[in-house]
Protein backbone atom coordinates (compact mmCIF):
# COMPACT_ATOMS: atom_id res chain seq x y z
CA UNK A 1 0.00 0.00 0.00
CA UNK A 2 1.21 3.53 -1.35
CA UNK A 3 1.34 5.85 1.93
CA UNK A 4 2.97 9.29 2.56
CA UNK A 5 4.63 10.23 5.89
CA UNK A 6 2.65 13.43 7.19
CA UNK A 7 6.02 14.44 9.14
CA UNK A 8 8.26 14.24 6.01
CA UNK A 9 5.93 15.27 3.12
CA UNK A 10 7.92 15.75 -0.20
CA UNK A 11 8.42 19.50 -1.44
CA UNK A 12 6.22 20.84 -3.97
CA UNK A 13 8.26 22.75 -6.44
CA UNK A 14 5.76 23.98 -9.15
CA UNK A 15 6.95 23.34 -13.19
CA UNK A 16 8.53 26.70 -14.70
CA UNK A 17 5.15 27.80 -16.49
CA UNK A 18 2.95 27.36 -13.64
CA UNK A 19 5.41 29.03 -11.29
CA UNK A 20 5.34 32.24 -13.61
CA UNK A 21 1.42 32.14 -13.89
CA UNK A 22 0.73 31.94 -10.33
CA UNK A 23 3.55 34.89 -9.75
CA UNK A 24 1.71 36.84 -12.64
CA UNK A 25 -1.36 36.13 -11.07
CA UNK A 26 -0.28 37.11 -7.40
CA UNK A 27 1.62 40.29 -9.02
CA UNK A 28 -1.83 41.67 -10.43
CA UNK A 29 -3.77 41.14 -6.84
CA UNK A 30 -5.37 37.63 -7.52
CA UNK A 31 -5.14 34.82 -5.09
CA UNK A 32 -3.67 31.76 -7.11
CA UNK A 33 -3.15 27.91 -6.46
CA UNK A 34 -1.87 24.92 -7.89
CA UNK A 35 -4.08 22.33 -7.45
CA UNK A 36 -5.76 18.65 -7.74
CA UNK A 37 -3.58 16.05 -9.35
CA UNK A 38 -0.47 17.97 -9.05
CA UNK A 39 -0.11 18.27 -5.81
CA UNK A 40 -1.26 15.03 -4.79
CA UNK A 41 1.38 13.50 -7.23
CA UNK A 42 4.09 15.98 -5.78
CA UNK A 43 2.76 14.43 -1.95
CA UNK A 44 3.21 11.12 -2.86
CA UNK A 45 7.03 11.92 -4.43
CA UNK A 46 5.55 11.05 -7.96
CA UNK A 47 7.05 12.25 -11.15
CA UNK A 48 4.61 14.92 -11.98
CA UNK A 49 4.11 17.88 -14.85
CA UNK A 50 1.16 18.83 -15.83
CA UNK A 51 -0.23 21.48 -13.13
CA UNK A 52 -3.78 22.97 -12.75
CA UNK A 53 -4.09 26.48 -11.27
CA UNK A 54 -7.27 27.76 -9.89
CA UNK A 55 -7.90 31.44 -9.08
CA UNK A 56 -10.08 34.13 -7.64
CA UNK A 57 -9.60 35.98 -11.22
CA UNK A 58 -12.67 36.05 -13.14
CA UNK A 59 -11.68 34.41 -17.24
CA UNK A 60 -11.73 37.85 -18.47
CA UNK A 61 -9.26 39.01 -15.93
CA UNK A 62 -7.12 35.96 -16.93
CA UNK A 63 -6.90 36.42 -20.35
CA UNK A 64 -6.24 39.96 -20.58
CA UNK A 65 -3.55 39.60 -17.44
CA UNK A 66 -1.75 37.17 -19.80
CA UNK A 67 -2.21 38.47 -23.25
CA UNK A 68 -0.93 42.22 -22.09
CA UNK A 69 2.44 40.14 -21.43
CA UNK A 70 1.91 38.38 -25.13
CA UNK A 71 1.52 34.82 -23.63
CA UNK A 72 -1.45 33.53 -26.10
CA UNK A 73 -4.91 32.05 -24.27
CA UNK A 74 -7.15 29.49 -25.26
CA UNK A 75 -10.68 30.13 -24.64
CA UNK A 76 -12.04 26.64 -25.07
CA UNK A 77 -12.97 25.86 -21.34
CA UNK A 78 -14.04 28.97 -20.64
CA UNK A 79 -18.01 28.94 -20.51
CA UNK A 80 -16.77 26.87 -17.21
CA UNK A 81 -14.19 29.44 -15.99
CA UNK A 82 -10.98 27.85 -17.62
CA UNK A 83 -8.36 30.09 -19.63
CA UNK A 84 -5.75 27.53 -20.64
CA UNK A 85 -2.31 29.88 -21.55
CA UNK A 86 0.77 28.69 -23.09
CA UNK A 87 3.92 29.66 -21.85
CA UNK A 88 7.23 28.04 -23.37
CA UNK A 89 5.69 25.19 -24.34
CA UNK A 90 3.80 24.48 -21.12
CA UNK A 91 0.13 24.31 -21.00
CA UNK A 92 -1.39 25.64 -17.84
CA UNK A 93 -4.77 25.04 -17.29
CA UNK A 94 -6.45 28.54 -15.30
CA UNK A 95 -9.53 28.00 -13.79
CA UNK A 96 -11.39 30.69 -11.37
CA UNK A 97 -12.59 29.63 -8.34
CA UNK A 98 -16.46 28.27 -8.81
CA UNK A 99 -18.95 25.60 -8.01
CA UNK A 100 -21.38 23.62 -10.14
CA UNK A 101 -24.98 23.73 -10.25
CA UNK A 102 -27.04 20.22 -11.24
CA UNK A 103 -25.66 17.58 -13.50
CA UNK A 104 -29.02 16.46 -15.84
CA UNK A 105 -26.75 14.46 -17.54
CA UNK A 106 -24.67 12.33 -15.08
CA UNK A 107 -21.29 14.17 -16.21
CA UNK A 108 -21.02 17.58 -17.36
CA UNK A 109 -22.37 20.88 -14.64
CA UNK A 110 -25.51 22.27 -16.24
CA UNK A 111 -24.13 25.57 -15.10
CA UNK A 112 -21.29 27.38 -12.70
CA UNK A 113 -21.12 30.38 -10.06
CA UNK A 114 -18.05 31.55 -9.74
CA UNK A 115 -16.97 32.12 -6.06
CA UNK A 116 -14.33 34.25 -4.23
CA UNK A 117 -12.86 31.50 -1.95
CA UNK A 118 -10.77 28.37 -2.23
CA UNK A 119 -12.69 26.15 0.20
CA UNK A 120 -15.99 26.18 -1.98
CA UNK A 121 -13.67 25.70 -4.95
CA UNK A 122 -12.41 22.72 -3.80
CA UNK A 123 -15.62 21.48 -1.71
CA UNK A 124 -16.91 20.46 -5.43
CA UNK A 125 -13.84 18.12 -6.06
CA UNK A 126 -14.13 13.99 -6.50
CA UNK A 127 -11.98 12.69 -3.70
CA UNK A 128 -10.31 14.20 -0.65
CA UNK A 129 -6.68 13.76 -2.29
CA UNK A 130 -7.66 15.72 -5.04
CA UNK A 131 -9.38 18.81 -2.71
CA UNK A 132 -5.86 19.97 -1.99
CA UNK A 133 -3.99 23.23 -3.15
CA UNK A 134 -1.12 24.87 -2.94
CA UNK A 135 0.26 28.39 -2.67
CA UNK A 136 2.63 29.43 0.22
CA UNK A 137 1.77 26.57 1.65
CA UNK A 138 -0.34 23.46 1.45
CA UNK A 139 -4.22 24.07 1.97
CA UNK A 140 -6.34 20.81 3.00
CA UNK A 141 -9.66 21.53 4.10
CA UNK A 142 -11.03 17.76 3.73
CA UNK A 143 -8.29 15.90 5.05
CA UNK A 144 -6.59 14.89 1.77
CA UNK A 145 -3.05 14.38 3.03
CA UNK A 146 -4.50 12.42 6.21
CA UNK A 147 -6.05 9.89 3.31
CA UNK A 148 -3.16 10.19 1.53
CA UNK A 149 -0.89 8.51 4.53
CA UNK A 150 -3.65 5.82 5.12
CA UNK A 151 -3.90 4.91 1.31
CA UNK A 152 -7.53 5.89 1.02
CA UNK A 153 -9.86 6.93 -2.11
CA UNK A 154 -12.72 8.81 -0.24
CA UNK A 155 -15.41 11.34 -2.01
CA UNK A 156 -15.15 14.79 -0.73
CA UNK A 157 -18.58 15.40 1.26
CA UNK A 158 -21.46 12.72 0.25
CA UNK A 159 -19.70 10.21 -2.19
CA UNK A 160 -23.54 9.10 -3.45
CA UNK A 161 -24.13 12.92 -4.58
CA UNK A 162 -20.53 12.80 -6.20
CA UNK A 163 -21.14 9.82 -8.20
CA UNK A 164 -25.07 10.86 -9.10
CA UNK A 165 -23.26 13.96 -10.47
CA UNK A 166 -20.27 12.69 -12.48
CA UNK A 167 -20.70 8.84 -13.62
CA UNK A 168 -17.37 9.09 -14.91
CA UNK A 169 -16.18 9.46 -11.21
CA UNK A 170 -17.13 6.02 -10.95
CA UNK A 171 -14.00 4.92 -13.08
CA UNK A 172 -11.90 7.58 -12.09
CA UNK A 173 -12.10 6.08 -8.66
CA UNK A 174 -11.07 2.62 -9.74
CA UNK A 175 -7.96 3.93 -11.85
CA UNK A 176 -6.72 5.55 -8.62
CA UNK A 177 -7.13 2.90 -6.57
CA UNK A 178 -4.72 0.62 -9.14
CA UNK A 179 -2.50 3.28 -10.02
CA UNK A 180 -2.20 4.60 -6.64
CA UNK A 181 -2.41 0.97 -5.09
CA UNK A 182 -5.25 2.45 -2.49
CA UNK A 183 -8.02 1.29 -1.29
CA UNK A 184 -11.65 2.77 -1.88
CA UNK A 185 -13.21 3.91 1.33
CA UNK A 186 -15.61 2.14 2.68
CA UNK A 187 -18.90 4.21 2.51
CA UNK A 188 -17.46 5.51 -1.47
CA UNK A 189 -17.24 2.13 -2.04
CA UNK A 190 -20.51 1.67 -1.00
CA UNK A 191 -22.08 4.65 -3.11
CA UNK A 192 -19.95 3.62 -6.73
CA UNK A 193 -21.76 0.02 -6.40
CA UNK A 194 -25.05 1.70 -5.82
CA UNK A 195 -24.27 4.59 -8.61
CA UNK A 196 -23.68 1.92 -11.17
CA UNK A 197 -26.33 2.12 -13.76
CA UNK A 198 -25.65 6.15 -14.32
CA UNK A 199 -22.43 4.69 -15.72
CA UNK A 200 -24.40 4.24 -19.02
CA UNK A 201 -24.29 8.13 -19.24
CA UNK A 202 -20.68 8.51 -19.38
CA UNK A 203 -19.34 8.62 -23.10
CA UNK A 204 -17.43 5.56 -24.42
CA UNK A 205 -14.54 7.39 -25.07
CA UNK A 206 -14.19 9.10 -21.50
CA UNK A 207 -14.85 5.22 -20.40
CA UNK A 208 -12.47 4.11 -22.83
CA UNK A 209 -9.69 6.48 -21.76
CA UNK A 210 -9.99 5.96 -18.29
CA UNK A 211 -9.81 2.61 -18.68
CA UNK A 212 -6.71 2.78 -20.65
CA UNK A 213 -5.29 4.68 -17.71
CA UNK A 214 -6.09 1.87 -15.72
CA UNK A 215 -4.83 -0.64 -17.74
CA UNK A 216 -1.30 0.82 -17.16
CA UNK A 217 -1.58 0.95 -13.16
CA UNK A 218 0.55 -1.28 -10.96
CA UNK A 219 -1.70 -3.03 -9.08
CA UNK A 220 -4.49 -3.80 -11.96
CA UNK A 221 -5.27 -7.90 -10.61
CA UNK A 222 -6.92 -6.37 -7.11
CA UNK A 223 -9.19 -3.61 -8.59
CA UNK A 224 -10.13 -5.58 -11.99
CA UNK A 225 -10.80 -8.65 -10.03
CA UNK A 226 -12.66 -6.65 -7.07
CA UNK A 227 -14.40 -4.14 -9.58
CA UNK A 228 -15.54 -6.61 -12.18
CA UNK A 229 -19.45 -4.90 -12.38
CA UNK A 230 -17.99 -1.61 -12.82
CA UNK A 231 -16.12 -3.07 -16.28
CA UNK A 232 -18.85 -5.04 -16.95
CA UNK A 233 -21.25 -2.22 -17.20
CA UNK A 234 -19.97 -0.84 -20.32
CA UNK A 235 -17.93 -4.44 -21.41
CA UNK A 236 -21.25 -6.50 -20.94
CA UNK A 237 -19.19 -9.77 -22.44
CA UNK A 238 -17.32 -10.10 -19.73
CA UNK A 239 -19.87 -10.74 -17.63
CA UNK A 240 -19.91 -14.49 -18.76
CA UNK A 241 -16.56 -15.03 -17.73
CA UNK A 242 -17.62 -14.14 -14.08
CA UNK A 243 -16.48 -17.74 -11.77
CA UNK A 244 -16.76 -19.33 -15.31
CA UNK A 245 -15.16 -22.61 -14.42
CA UNK A 246 -11.76 -24.14 -16.62
CA UNK A 247 -12.01 -27.58 -15.55
CA UNK A 248 -8.84 -28.88 -16.89
CA UNK A 249 -5.56 -30.17 -15.81
CA UNK A 250 -4.19 -26.48 -17.51
CA UNK A 251 -5.57 -24.07 -15.46
CA UNK A 252 -6.49 -23.51 -11.77
CA UNK A 253 -8.52 -20.27 -11.97
CA UNK A 254 -12.09 -19.66 -13.64
CA UNK A 255 -12.00 -17.65 -16.59
CA UNK A 256 -12.47 -14.44 -15.42
CA UNK A 257 -10.00 -14.96 -12.47
CA UNK A 258 -7.29 -16.27 -14.96
CA UNK A 259 -7.88 -12.66 -17.13
CA UNK A 260 -7.17 -10.53 -14.17
CA UNK A 261 -3.88 -12.45 -13.84
CA UNK A 262 -2.89 -12.04 -17.31
CA UNK A 263 -3.37 -8.62 -17.24
CA UNK A 264 -1.21 -8.12 -14.44
CA UNK A 265 0.98 -10.45 -15.13
CA UNK A 266 2.22 -8.46 -18.43
CA UNK A 267 4.81 -5.62 -18.94
CA UNK A 268 2.80 -2.15 -18.93
CA UNK A 269 1.83 -1.72 -22.28
CA UNK A 270 -1.58 -0.68 -23.46
CA UNK A 271 -1.93 -3.08 -26.74
CA UNK A 272 -0.58 -6.27 -24.88
CA UNK A 273 -2.59 -5.57 -21.04
CA UNK A 274 -5.68 -4.84 -23.58
CA UNK A 275 -5.14 -7.90 -25.56
CA UNK A 276 -4.94 -9.66 -21.92
CA UNK A 277 -8.17 -8.56 -20.61
CA UNK A 278 -10.54 -9.64 -23.90
CA UNK A 279 -8.62 -12.65 -24.92
CA UNK A 280 -10.49 -15.38 -23.73
CA UNK A 281 -13.73 -13.31 -23.73
CA UNK A 282 -14.94 -16.10 -26.65
CA UNK A 283 -14.38 -19.06 -23.78
CA UNK A 284 -17.59 -19.45 -22.82
CA UNK A 285 -19.41 -19.61 -26.29
CA UNK A 286 -16.68 -22.23 -26.86
CA UNK A 287 -17.33 -24.52 -24.45
CA UNK A 288 -17.50 -28.32 -25.51
CA UNK A 289 -17.06 -31.97 -23.90
CA UNK A 290 -15.31 -35.09 -25.16
CA UNK A 291 -16.45 -38.44 -24.78
CA UNK A 292 -14.64 -38.82 -21.98
CA UNK A 293 -16.09 -35.93 -20.04
CA UNK A 294 -12.62 -32.92 -20.23
CA UNK A 295 -13.73 -29.69 -21.12
CA UNK A 296 -12.74 -28.12 -24.13
CA UNK A 297 -12.49 -24.00 -25.54
CA UNK A 298 -11.74 -24.98 -29.53
CA UNK A 299 -11.43 -21.83 -31.37
CA UNK A 300 -11.92 -19.83 -28.12
CA UNK A 301 -9.02 -17.03 -29.78
CA UNK A 302 -10.99 -16.55 -33.09
CA UNK A 303 -14.41 -15.89 -31.11
CA UNK A 304 -12.12 -13.41 -28.53
CA UNK A 305 -11.01 -12.03 -30.93
CA UNK A 306 -14.31 -11.04 -32.82
CA UNK A 307 -15.62 -10.16 -29.50
CA UNK A 308 -12.89 -7.79 -28.75
CA UNK A 309 -13.38 -6.44 -32.59
CA UNK A 310 -17.00 -5.52 -31.55
CA UNK A 311 -16.14 -4.62 -28.71
CA UNK A 312 -13.40 -1.67 -29.62
CA UNK A 313 -15.45 -0.32 -32.19
CA UNK A 314 -18.01 0.40 -29.69
CA UNK A 315 -15.49 1.71 -27.66
CA UNK A 316 -14.23 4.36 -30.37
CA UNK A 317 -10.91 2.85 -29.97
CA UNK A 318 -8.31 3.63 -32.92
CA UNK A 319 -7.81 1.66 -35.77
CA UNK A 320 -4.51 0.88 -35.20
CA UNK A 321 -4.75 -0.06 -31.76
CA UNK A 322 -7.94 -2.33 -32.21
CA UNK A 323 -5.96 -4.02 -35.23
CA UNK A 324 -3.05 -5.01 -33.11
CA UNK A 325 -5.28 -6.11 -30.43
CA UNK A 326 -7.66 -8.56 -32.15
CA UNK A 327 -4.22 -9.91 -33.63
CA UNK A 328 -2.61 -10.81 -30.68
CA UNK A 329 -5.96 -12.19 -29.28
CA UNK A 330 -5.89 -14.65 -32.23
CA UNK A 331 -2.55 -15.90 -32.02
CA UNK A 332 -1.98 -16.12 -28.56
CA UNK A 333 -2.93 -19.66 -28.12
CA UNK A 334 -0.40 -20.31 -31.13
CA UNK A 335 2.95 -22.29 -30.99
CA UNK A 336 5.96 -20.41 -31.28
CA UNK A 337 9.17 -23.02 -31.63
CA UNK A 338 11.94 -21.72 -30.06
CA UNK A 339 14.24 -21.86 -33.47
CA UNK A 340 15.20 -19.14 -36.05
CA UNK A 341 13.17 -20.64 -39.17
CA UNK A 342 9.53 -20.55 -36.86
CA UNK A 343 10.70 -16.85 -35.60
CA UNK A 344 10.99 -15.29 -39.12
CA UNK A 345 7.83 -17.03 -40.44
CA UNK A 346 6.11 -15.10 -37.49
CA UNK A 347 7.97 -12.29 -38.49
CA UNK A 348 6.90 -12.45 -41.72
CA UNK A 349 3.45 -12.65 -40.66
CA UNK A 350 2.96 -10.01 -37.88
CA UNK A 351 5.82 -8.31 -38.15
CA UNK A 352 8.77 -7.46 -35.45
CA UNK A 353 6.74 -5.41 -33.42
CA UNK A 354 3.77 -7.88 -32.70
CA UNK A 355 5.74 -11.08 -32.69
CA UNK A 356 7.25 -9.93 -29.41
CA UNK A 357 4.38 -8.83 -28.34
CA UNK A 358 2.57 -11.69 -29.03
CA UNK A 359 5.70 -13.63 -26.46
CA UNK A 360 4.74 -11.60 -23.85
CA UNK A 361 1.05 -12.21 -24.24
CA UNK A 362 1.40 -16.08 -24.38
CA UNK A 363 3.62 -15.58 -21.28
CA UNK A 364 1.45 -13.65 -19.22
CA UNK A 365 -1.29 -16.30 -20.40
CA UNK A 366 0.91 -19.85 -19.60
CA UNK A 367 1.86 -17.75 -15.86
CA UNK A 368 -1.67 -17.28 -14.95
CA UNK A 369 -2.17 -21.42 -15.59
CA UNK A 370 -1.63 -24.56 -13.65
CA UNK A 371 2.32 -23.43 -13.26
CA UNK A 372 3.08 -27.60 -12.51
CA UNK A 373 2.11 -27.87 -16.27
CA UNK A 374 2.99 -24.78 -17.86
CA UNK A 375 6.36 -24.00 -16.66
CA UNK A 376 8.21 -26.10 -19.16
CA UNK A 377 6.12 -24.02 -21.86
CA UNK A 378 7.27 -20.79 -20.20
CA UNK A 379 10.83 -21.53 -20.49
CA UNK A 380 10.30 -22.39 -24.09
CA UNK A 381 8.68 -18.77 -24.57
CA UNK A 382 11.72 -17.61 -22.58
CA UNK A 383 14.29 -19.06 -25.04
CA UNK A 384 12.84 -17.37 -27.91
CA UNK A 385 13.67 -14.10 -26.70
CA UNK A 386 17.29 -13.84 -27.94
CA UNK A 387 16.20 -15.59 -30.86
CA UNK A 388 14.49 -13.16 -32.19
CA UNK A 389 16.98 -10.11 -31.06
CA UNK A 390 19.02 -12.68 -33.84
CA UNK A 391 16.63 -12.92 -36.26
CA UNK A 392 15.82 -8.94 -36.43
CA UNK A 393 19.63 -8.31 -36.55
CA UNK A 394 20.49 -10.39 -39.60
CA UNK A 395 17.44 -12.04 -40.71
CA UNK A 396 15.48 -11.71 -43.93
CA UNK A 397 11.67 -12.12 -43.07
CA UNK A 398 10.40 -9.74 -45.78
CA UNK A 399 10.42 -9.00 -49.66
CA UNK A 400 12.68 -5.77 -49.09
CA UNK A 401 15.60 -7.30 -47.32
CA UNK A 402 15.82 -9.75 -50.01
CA UNK A 403 18.81 -9.55 -52.46
CA UNK A 404 17.27 -9.40 -55.56
CA UNK A 405 14.10 -6.96 -56.04
CA UNK A 406 11.54 -6.50 -59.44
CA UNK A 407 14.11 -5.29 -61.63
CA UNK A 408 16.28 -8.05 -61.36
CA UNK A 409 13.56 -10.82 -62.12
CA UNK A 410 12.60 -8.85 -65.02
CA UNK A 411 15.87 -8.95 -66.33
CA UNK A 412 15.40 -12.60 -66.20
CA UNK A 413 12.41 -12.32 -68.27
CA UNK A 414 9.60 -12.04 -65.55
CA UNK A 415 6.56 -9.95 -65.91
CA UNK A 416 3.36 -8.52 -64.13
CA UNK A 417 1.52 -10.62 -61.13
CA UNK A 418 4.99 -13.47 -61.87
CA UNK A 419 7.67 -10.60 -60.17
CA UNK A 420 5.60 -10.37 -56.97
CA UNK A 421 4.69 -13.81 -56.55
CA UNK A 422 8.48 -14.88 -57.84
CA UNK A 423 9.67 -12.71 -54.57
CA UNK A 424 7.58 -14.46 -52.06
CA UNK A 425 8.24 -17.84 -53.04
CA UNK A 426 11.96 -16.74 -53.19
CA UNK A 427 11.25 -14.95 -49.29
CA UNK A 428 9.74 -18.87 -48.39
CA UNK A 429 12.55 -20.52 -49.21
CA UNK A 430 15.33 -18.37 -47.59
CA UNK A 431 13.06 -18.25 -44.08
CA UNK A 432 12.95 -22.12 -44.68
CA UNK A 433 16.76 -22.21 -45.43
CA UNK A 434 16.40 -24.04 -48.56
CA UNK A 435 17.84 -21.52 -50.30
CA UNK A 436 21.18 -18.26 -49.09
CA UNK A 437 19.61 -14.56 -48.98
CA UNK A 438 23.00 -14.53 -51.95
CA UNK A 439 21.59 -12.34 -55.42
CA UNK A 440 24.11 -15.10 -57.01
CA UNK A 441 21.98 -17.93 -55.60
CA UNK A 442 18.40 -16.30 -56.10
CA UNK A 443 19.08 -15.13 -59.73
CA UNK A 444 20.31 -19.14 -60.36
CA UNK A 445 17.48 -19.90 -58.69
CA UNK A 446 15.22 -18.07 -60.69
CA UNK A 447 16.99 -18.95 -64.38
CA UNK A 448 17.03 -22.51 -63.58
CA UNK A 449 13.21 -22.93 -62.32
CA UNK A 450 9.76 -22.15 -64.56
CA UNK A 451 8.97 -19.09 -62.61
CA UNK A 452 7.33 -17.33 -65.43
CA UNK A 453 4.34 -19.50 -63.97
CA UNK A 454 4.67 -18.64 -60.46
CA UNK A 455 1.15 -19.57 -59.74
CA UNK A 456 2.02 -22.90 -60.33
CA UNK A 457 5.39 -22.71 -57.94
CA UNK A 458 3.68 -21.52 -54.84
CA UNK A 459 0.73 -23.97 -54.67
Request: glycine content about 6%; proline content about 5%.
Amino acid sequence: MTHISLTNKPKIILPPGAAQAVSALHAAGYAAYAVGGFVRDSLLGRDVQDCDVCTSALPQAVQALFESKNIRCVLTGVRHGTVTVLIDGEQIEITTFRTDGSYSDARHPDSVTFVPDLKTDLARRDFTVNAMAYGAQLVDPFGGVRDLHSGLIRCVGDPYRRFSEDALRIMRAVRFACVLDFKIEEKTEEALFQCLPQLSKVSVERFFSELCKLLLGTHVYPVLSRYRDVFACMIPELKPCFDYPQKTVWHVYNVYDHICHTVENTPLDLEIRLTMLLHDIGKPACVSYDQNGSVHFYNHPQVSAQLAGKILRRLKAPNHLRKNVCTLIEHHDAYIHPQRRSVLQWLRLIGPKLTRKLLWVKLADLKSQNLQKTQPEIEEIEQIFPVLDAALQDGCYKISQLQVNGSDLQACGLQGQAVGQTLEHLLSLVIDEKLTNEKTALLSYVQTHDCKNACSMLQ
